[in-house]
Every structure is written in C-alpha cells, then in structure tokens.
C-alpha cells in the first residue's frame, strides 16, 4: 500500500514538473518569436512576422503571460499593416479587427487597440459598426475617464462635420458690409430637410461634447499650474497625453457652440446668438489656455531630448580621443 502511494505521488509530482517545465519552454520560445518576428515587421517582411507572431499565440493563446498578450497585439498590427499596403485585401483589415479585439479582452485600457479598430471601420467604410464600436466605448465606464471622453469627442467630432457640411457653404454663408468692414451673414439652407439635419447635428453634437469635457480631471482643468520644468520625463509625456485629449475636446466645443450661434443666426434670433457668441469665445479661450501649455510641453520634452542627444554625441567624442 506504502509503495503504491509513493509511486502515485511521485507520479503526480512528474507530471506537475513536466506541466512547469512545458510552461517554461513554450514562454522560452514563443520569445524567441517575438524577437525574430519584431526583426521581419521592422524589415517590413510581413507574412514572416505574421507567421512568427501565430506561432508565439499558439504557445499562449489565453494570454496568461506577457509572451502571450504581446504576440496577440503584434499579430493585430502585422495583419493591419498588411491590409494597408494592399487595401484591396479586406479580409487582412476583418482579421485584424478580430486579433485586436482579442488584445483588448486581455487589456481593456489599451487605447491603441481601441483606435485601430476605430480606423479599420472607417477604411472599409462600416459607418453603423464604427458608430457601435465608439458608442460602446464612450459608455464603458470600467475605463479611464480619459478615454471615454476620447471616444464622446470622436462622435461628437462626426456631428461637428454634418453640421458645417450644411452651414458652410456659399449659399448659406454671404459676405456683407457691416459698419464699413465685411462680415460673414449665414442664411438658411434652400431645402427644409438640410436646416433640420443641421439642427439635430448640431444639437447632438453639443450634448456628446458636453458629455466629454465633463470627464476632465483636475490635472487637465488645473493645467496652468502645472510645474513643466520640475516634472520628470515621465510626467511630461503622460501630462501631455491627457492634456491632447481634452484640448481637442475643448476645440470641439467652441466649434459647435458656433455651429449653434449660425442656426441662431439663420432664425433671426440675435439675442441668442449673441449669447451663443459669447459662450464660444469663452470656450475657445479655455482651448487656448490648454493649448498653449500643450505647446511648453512639447518644447520641454523637444529640449531635453535635444540636450541628451547633444550629451550623448559629447560622450562619445570624448570616448574616441582615448
């Protein structure tokens, strides 16, 4: 009885270490794949990459390690970098579609993911699936506010260009004389229907980028505040990649406050569109003021790389004079 069990725990304890070791091995390799797929993307030799990157999936297809979450985005991009080489190929666009939906189950915050799926539906001109996939998005509150209010400013942004499409044209855009100087006098559009598409766009729209510029943390609305030069390289990048978010944001309001200043405009209602008029010049004052620290960002960020790239040729001279 004694040597029966010994042999039945020694057994299980064989196939508990071989299990490890095969966990070990399959991370080992599907490594390696990831190295020599990086080096055939890089050299633009995409079906060998597209094969290596598979090939360190199928070593990991649950994710459950890094080898595994990394092959499955590379695999995404290998397949979308494809299509776009050869845009007839739409199957390769659909494929990634799916491989980087895929990525996204295994990390929901990344944003890259998220995006490229955004612009795969747009290239293949899948209006209603685009529409979908950024209204899920804009909802999903298990993410970063940040990126909801990225995707809110994106639909907001379609509703922005319907509305222009019909208030900016020559028929409902006249130049005139007032007081001696020309301005911009905007009239109703001929057919009925385009005044009523304006409307609903234009209305839309200010409800989603209401919606977007709500989600700003008070990094973003205490912009001005923050300390560009003591803050490391890290923060700068991070702080200047949130900012970008709400800047555009901010731009997106202004634009379709104006939008309603023109509807106003075109119904003869000038005490609102006074109003209007004012509340978009505040809005585009507040995008002014983040746009403005967006750009000392990216000065200090262009400095210091500047100054490390003017060190580290220095180190290098004073290394070949030994």
């Known amino acids: ?64 390690f890094v080898e595994g979450q990394t092959a499955q985005l590379f695999l995404a991009r290998t397949l979308h970098s494809e299509f776009i080489g050869d845009r007839s190929k739409k199957n390769l666009a659909e494929e990634a579609i799916k491989e980087y939906q895929k990525a996204l189950t295994l990390k929901p915050n990344d944003q890259s993911s998220y995006k490229a799926i955004a612009s795969l539906y747009e290239n293949l ?88 510029v709500a989600l700003e943390p008070d990094p973003v609305k205490n912009a001005t505040s923050f300390d560009i030069k003591k803050a490391t390289d890290a923060q700068l990048q991070s702080t200047l990649d949130l900012l970008k978010v709400f800047e555009s944001a901010r731009s997106y309001k202004t634009s379709l406050l104006f939008q309603a200043m023109r509807i106003a405009e075109m119904e003869n209602k000038t005490p609102e569109r006074d109003s209007l008029k004012q509340q978009a010049d505040a809005a585009r004052a507040k995008f002014l003021e983040l746009s403005d620290v967006v750009k000392k960002i990216q000065i200090e960020i262009d400095d210091r790389a500047a100054a490390k790239e003017a060190a580290d040729k220095g180190d290098k001279a004073n290394a070949n004079k030994k």
């Open 1 to 64: 009885m004694r040597s029966s069990r010994f042999g039945l725990i020694a057994l299980l304890s064989i196939i508990v270490l071989m299990g490890a070791n095969c966990s070990y091995y399959n991370r080992v390799i599907a490594r390696k794949n990831l190295v020599d797929g990086s080096k055939a993307y890089k050299d633009r030799k995409f079906p060998e990459a597209e094969g290596l990157f598979r090939a360190a999936v199928g070593r990991d297809p649950k994710g459950e």
């Open 125 to 212: 001109q899948k209006t209603d699936e685009w529409l979908a996939w950024v209204t899920a998005r804009s909802a999903n509150t298990s993410i970063p506010p940040e990126q909801r209010s990225e995707a809110l400013t994106s639909l907001a942004a379609k509703k922005n260009s319907c509305a222009n499409d019909i208030s900016d044209t020559e028929k409902t855009k006249k130049t005139v004389t007032k007081d001696g100087k020309q301005a911009f006098q905007f009239v109703k559009p001929e057919k009925v229907e385009d005044f009523t598409a304006l409307q609903q766009c234009t209305t839309q729209g200010v409800q989603l980028i209401d919606q977007a």
